[in-house]
């Protein structure tokens, strides 16, 4: 499922469909190009303070070498909680409501893959 999302006061986080249990979430951020610089710099930010925050997986966000108003993402979370906490940080709010760095969002939420058992040993 992909959802399209403006960054607008009134879009916030808790309108995406987001599964519950584990889940990954991946896409791309559409920044408008004089604030490409200062949303990199925010996600240097939000990268950093994601190795502490429980229940992020995996964080990672890219920056497009092609178009460098382009930003991809993939993230995997513990569950829905954990999402919403990482999206309820004031960096993160801030980024949604008031900066407006970027244009649109498209996103991906899905289910991981899991690797399967290891076969017992005798």
Request: proline share 6%.
């Amino acid at each position: 499922m992909a959802d399209n999302i403006e960054a607008q006061e009134d879009a916030p986080v808790s309108r995406w469909k987001i599964p519950e249990g584990e889940f990954c979430v991946y896409g791309t951020v559409y920044a408008h190009a004089e604030h490409a610089d200062a949303l990199e710099a925010v996600y240097v930010e939000t990268t950093r303070l994601s190795k502490s925050e429980p229940g992020i997986i995996y964080y990672s966000i890219a920056r497009d070498q092609d178009d460098l108003t382009i930003f991809h993402f993939f993230e995997h979370y513990v569950d829905k909680k954990a999402f919403e906490n990482h999206n309820s940080q004031p960096i993160i709010v801030k980024l949604l409501t008031v900066d407006k760095y970027f244009k649109d969002v498209t996103a991906v939420f899905a289910k991981p893959i899991k690797p399967a058992a290891a076969p017992a040993t005798q």
